[in-house]
């Protein structure tokens, strides 16, 4: 079956834009996490969503940053008046039950 | 705080060594410990590993985990250049499985 997908895979944008990422996750994983590797940086947890719901808000740096799932299914990240440091990858991982989380391909986001 | 320390940081070897790569992991009401392959940007699954002391092994990958001393390790044997990327350890913890992540082992291997 197919894999946690995002989109999209490389997004350029100028200082003060909004964006938003998006990600699908494996048919039938409840639980969805977003991730984000800076430059040089480990990955570190921005947000946890059971359902549509996200109990886990805690790692997201600034009020703008934001996400939603919907369906139970789809999700996106927004990040609103994007700054220089929010250059990173952004990662979306999906997990059904006791199970693995398994990882998007990733959306490199560049803010000029 | 939870906190994950992996090292070494970086390693490079030749095709055919034998490598072990070290993590040790604080984490609040651990669940699981994965260990996950990263050669451009999605971390790839490896291993996960939830009992002390008993080995889990796909072909030349094994890894073993210790939960009285907070502990994992990753051993390759017969390196091929196939295997060089990073090398991520992620102990999983609370009712939401989140990972934390460290921040990995770069393994270069040389033909």
């Known amino acids: 079956g197919a894999g946690v997908s995002q989109s999209p895979s490389n997004k350029v944008t100028e200082k003060g834009k909004d964006v938003e990422l998006r990600c699908d996750p494996i048919s039938g994983h409840t639980a969805l996490y977003w991730y984000r590797q800076s430059l040089g940086q480990g990955l570190e947890f921005l947000i946890y969503f059971q359902g549509n719901s996200a109990p886990d808000k805690s790692g997201l740096p600034s009020d703008r940053f934001s996400a939603e799932r919907t369906g139970g299914s789809v999700s996106t990240l927004t990040i609103q008046r994007t700054q220089q440091e929010d250059s990173a990858v952004y990662l979306c991982?999906?997990?059904?039950?006791?199970?693995?989380?398994?990882f998007g391909p990733g959306t490199r986001l560049t803010v000029l | 705080e939870d906190k994950v320390v992996q090292s070494p940081l970086s390693l490079v070897v030749h095709e055919g060594d034998t490598v072990t790569l070290n993590c040790s992991y604080e984490?609040?009401?651990?669940?699981?410990l994965l260990w996950y392959k990263q050669e451009k940007k999605a971390p790839t699954f490896l291993f996960m590993l939830?009992?002390?002391?008993i080995e889990k092994k796909s072909g030349r990958l094994s890894s073993i985990l210790d939960k009285k001393e907070l502990f994992s390790i990753l051993n390759i044997t017969a390196t091929q250049t196939g295997d060089s990327a990073v090398y991520l350890c992620a102990p999983s913890g609370g009712s939401n499985y989140k990972l934390t992540f460290g921040k990995g082992t770069l393994l270069t291997v040389n033909p």
């Open positions: 984490v609040t009401n651990f669940r699981s």
């Open positions: 991982a999906s997990r059904r039950g006791w199970d693995t989380q398994y």
């Open positions: 939830t009992s002390s002391g």
